[in-house]
């Protein structure tokens, strides 16, 4: 057998074995996306659903910048299709939109929203609004994010006497007085204390790998 036939077998044997490596190789691969998560169940969360969260940490219109992170817990599950997809009591990672201090001649406003929520060890980017909360309006007082106010007028109504009614009537005279305090002062700040529980609305669709 002359040297170019033995030369042409080898480089022959040599394709052969290459193939091979690269059909395994494409094999490994395989079998491993086909067991990732790339293969499970994907859900979509809409737009406009709601998230109900409560806040970890005290955030305040005085101290807090845009970008600033604050974290809460999902008091309600997201359920879609029948099928629970974010469960209750995940953990929600935020930051401050818009912070504005009050300063004299204006309310102080603060707004945050969602950036993502975790299940166990999986970070889902989930984008939720929520309205700016003002000082000093009806929303704030609702969800007790000023001091002062309201509650300064009610304990004024009883302090001299007044009965429930007068302490109604005293809580709106307060508020009243919050919402114009600023024009003669620093006013009121924004403040959103720990264990404050916001409601965001999901602004983009997110489709949520479920088991």
């Known amino acids: 057998m002359t040297f170019g036939r033995w030369a042409s077998i080898g480089l022959l044997g040599l394709a052969l074995l290459l193939g091979a490596a690269c059909r395994t190789e494409t094999m490994g691969v395989a079998a491993r996306i086909s067991g990732s998560s790339f293969f499970g169940t994907r859900i979509t969360v809409p737009t406009g659903t709601q998230l109900a969260v409560r806040l970890e940490k005290s955030v305040s219109s005085k101290t807090a910048t845009v970008g600033d992170a604050w974290t809460g817990t999902l008091m309600r599950p997201v359920v879609e299709s029948g099928r629970e997809i974010v469960?209750?009591?995940?953990?929600?990672?935020?930051?401050?939109?818009?912070?504005?201090?009050?300063?004299?001649?204006?309310?102080?406003?603060?707004?945050?929203?969602?950036?993502?929520?975790?299940?166990?060890?999986?970070?889902?980017?989930?984008?939720?609004?929520?309205?700016?909360?003002?000082?000093?309006?009806?929303?704030?007082?609702?969800?007790?994010?000023?001091?002062?106010?309201?509650?300064?007028?009610?304990?004024?109504?009883?302090?001299?006497?007044?009965?429930?009614?007068?302490?109604?009537?005293?809580?709106?005279?307060?508020?009243?007085?919050?919402?114009?305090a600023v024009a003669a002062s620093k006013g009121y700040q924004v403040e959103l204390k720990d264990g404050t529980t916001m409601t965001f609305l999901v602004s983009k669709d997110v489709a949520v790998l479920v088991d």
Do not use: H, Q, T, Y
Not at 119 to 136: N, T, Y
Not at 155 to 161: D, T
């Open 87 to 180: 469960p209750a009591g995940a953990v929600v990672e935020g930051m401050v939109v818009s912070a504005e201090p009050a300063e004299s001649g204006n309310r102080a406003r603060l707004e945050l929203g969602v950036r993502a929520v975790r299940i166990d060890e999986r970070r889902i980017p989930l984008v939720a609004e929520a309205d700016p909360v003002i000082a000093g309006s009806p929303r704030a007082r609702n969800i007790g994010a000023i001091a002062g106010g309201a509650a300064a007028g009610a304990l004024l109504a009883k302090a001299i006497g007044g009965s429930v009614d007068d302490a109604a009537k005293g809580a709106l005279i307060g508020g009243a007085l919050a919402s114009g």
